[in-house]
């Protein structure tokens, strides 16, 4: 069993998408990212083809090392057009189809058939949202079973949302792969889960906050446990957005939005918000007051780190006069996915 180095779950958006572009060969060469599909409630079978293009079109050029495309929004009514909408970038490109235990038997079915199609294999994503329930090993054994040993396949242990409030996360996590390893001949493992934290206007009071890395602490704990599966384990999280963002169907044409935003920095231990402005007289020196104070942080890995990193000291040290380079949350959103995907490389072994 081997694989990447890190797999972040990114949404098929163009901001995911331009961040990724932007990495550096060697970093972006260790990256298998999931790109997640948004919701398209509503959307009619015969539209979604369009639809599906529009967001994993962006997605397969830049996907020139693979990685893994999934709906896992997709309606009932939609099983049988996105299976073979996403089944075109898994034949003709490089992106491998996902499928999982809770998914409906049409939705295995068609991930499974493309996979035998498209020759590079399935990944079996697997969530563990809470406490691990030993009736997911059978589901997963009864999945594997239909999908028949000829196609390679890929765990991807999914624990989500890792807050303050799942302390044992890295004990689930282990009575899952305990449970799941023996399963299968798996091509490669990866641990997923945790992100920045959803952020709201009562955290930034102060102008910043600090959070905890769980994902990175649970990682750890699973890789010192001897466990033969361990050192073969792959990274994964959701990057610079909670679990949640993925969910939120696309909205065109909306305006507005809060009157602030962040900037996002990543260390060994914490995430790091600060507060930014969207609008208002204040907003150029409060914005590059935030990058200023990132870059001023111990932690600040340098300007030379990686793309993210020049980007915050060129905003920290632009003129007060002009708002040019202090970016929107576009370009925060950019920026943050740039630091953390390079420091997370970085810092796994091999990195």
Known sequence: MSGPLYVPVLPARPHAVG???????????AIRPLWNLPPLPGAAPETLTMMVGKYVDPVSAVSRHGGWVDAPFGEDAQTAA??????VYCELGLLRPVTGPERTKAQQLAAVETARRCLRGLGVRVRVTG???????DDVRDLLARTGPEVPVDLLLDMGALLADRPDAGKEALRALDALTPLAVWR????????????TSDMLEAGWCQEPREEWRMWHEVHVTGRAYAPLLGYGDYGVQPPGALAQAPAPG??????????????????????????GPDRIAVNRGAARRIIELPEFRGAGAGQGEEWLSDCAQGPLSTGEGVGG????????????????????PGG
């Open 19 to 29: 961040a990724f572009r932007r990495l550096w060969p060697d970093v972006r060469a």
């Open 82 to 87: 996105l299976a073979e909408a996403l089944s």
């Open 131 to 137: 406490e691990w329930d030993g009736r997911h090993g």
């Open 188 to 199: 490669s493992a990866v641990l997923l889960g945790g992100a920045f934290p959803r952020v």
């Open 254 to 279: 909306r305006k507005g939005g809060p009157p602030w935003g962040v900037l996002r920095y990543t260390t060994d231990s914490s995430y790091l918000l600060f507060k930014t402005l969207t609008r």
């Open 329 to 348: 949350p576009t370009e925060w959103l950019r920026a943050g996915n740039l630091q953390h995907m390079t420091y997370v490389v970085r810092s796994l």
